[in-house]
């Protein structure tokens, strides 16, 4: 799953076929508000779903018109809300599967994939972020492992 900024969408195409994906689906998020305006009043975010192969499909498959939830940004400026990643990780992975986030910010991913029951790999360039998630995912395996101690 890419998400991409569509004015550089022949960039992001190049990249992908370059490493070998092809599109299968195309996600768009409506949003309640304009994060700017231009020519245009932007109210959606966009992602591609690629693969390699010919991987199983869901059982169910999910909506490609989806709901925007905004996460506030408190972390990171273009930071994702959590719960825009946990339908696409239970979409496309199986519990105790690698989740892995190339850039990874702060870290909304990886806290995701944790909820999920997912392991996750995060990359990041920025140490502060680094910093930012790391802090999260202590919040969250503590979350996970108090509801699998208390279901026990
Ligand atoms: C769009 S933000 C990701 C935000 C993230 N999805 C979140 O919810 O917080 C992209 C991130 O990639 C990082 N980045 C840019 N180039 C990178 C690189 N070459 N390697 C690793 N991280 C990189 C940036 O520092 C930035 O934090």
Known sequence: MSFYGWSKVDA?????????FKPVGHLVWQKGYASRAGYL????????LLVKGNPQRP??????????????NRFH??????????????????P????????SGS????VAATLCGRRYLGIELEEKYVTYARNRLDGASRYVRGKTTSAA
């Open 41 to 48: 009043r932007a109210r959606h975010e966009q992602a591609y």
């Open 107 to 110: 870290g909304s991913t990886a």
């Open 59 to 72: 059982a169910k498959p999910l909506d490609d018109v989806r709901k925007w939830e905004y996460s506030g």
């Open 96 to 103: 105790g599967s690698i989740v892995l986030d190339p850039f």
């Open 12 to 20: 992001f195409f190049e990249a992908w076929t370059d490493a070998g």
């Open 77 to 94: 400026p273009t930071e994702k809300a959590v719960s825009i990643l946990t339908p696409l990780i239970q979409g496309f992975s199986q």
